[in-house]
């Protein structure tokens, strides 16, 4: 993604598509050629990680990640130059900063982070592994991005509104709806947080004679 948008100069919204399709097939592949099996991957002498507190160690590690990212934004050389490398790349290429390293370390970071969401989903919650189990939930961190305009709190605060509203629909899953529509709620809470958000966004930018 970052050689595609940094390198070729290519839209990001262009170059996130390749990898994300090929992360799928390539998982469905090495399901079938390494493990044998097809569809979901159980092993009953899999451990699940350990909970503290009822909760995982990675949940832990992701309050943290929240902490650790705000003063690293605000407070950091490192990030702040970072921010000046997302917003303007040519500007802070001008004060001698190289864009593309801060850019494949910011990718290489959220992998990482990524791969620890994932080692939750699948060691957290359950003890298997199966496909498409992430079930679209990468696209609704990016809204959270969106919403929480790419700050780590407000990230946080719009990770928890879809997080509850899956939980939502969990429970009324226990009242008797259809399984159908209790999924859709995490994504109707997306769309809506993005309509507004979107309508927002449009009215302060609007120029003051329009509104008349």
């Not at 092993?43 to 650790?68: E, H, I, K, Q, R």
């Not at 705000?70 to 004060?95: C, D, E, F, I, N």
């Not at 769309?191 to 302060?204: H, I, K, M, N």
Request: net charge positive.
């Amino acid at each position: 993604m970052t050689t595609g948008s940094s390198a070729a100069r290519a839209s990001r919204a262009v170059a996130v598509l390749p990898p994300n399709l090929l992360a799928v097939g390539l998982t469905s592949f090495l399901l079938r050629t390494v493990f044998g099996v097809q569809g979901t991957f159980d092993d009953p002498s899999l451990a699940g990680l350990p909970l503290v507190g009822g909760f995982s160690p990675l949940a832990y590690v992701a309050w943290a990640a929240v902490g650790v990212a705000a003063l690293m934004l605000s407070r950091h050389v490192w990030g702040l130059r970072l921010r000046g490398v997302g917003k303007a790349p040519q500007a802070a290429a001008t004060l001698g900063v190289r864009p593309a390293r801060y850019q494949y370390a910011a990718v290489l970071v959220s992998g990482v982070l990524c791969g620890l969401a994932g080692a939750q989903l699948a060691l957290g919650n359950v003890t298997l592994f199966s496909e498409n189990m992430t079930a679209g939930r990468g696209w609704i961190a990016v809204v959270a991005v969106m919403l929480g305009r790419a700050l780590p709190l407000g990230v946080l605060l719009a990770a928890l509104l879809f997080g509850l509203a899956e939980a939502a629909g969990f429970r009324l899953q226990g009242l008797g709806l259809p399984q159908q529509a209790t999924d859709a709620a995490p994504y109707v809470v997306t769309l809506g947080a993005l309509f507004l958000t979107t309508a927002r966004r449009r009215r302060r930018t609007r120029p003051a004679g329009a509104a008349s």
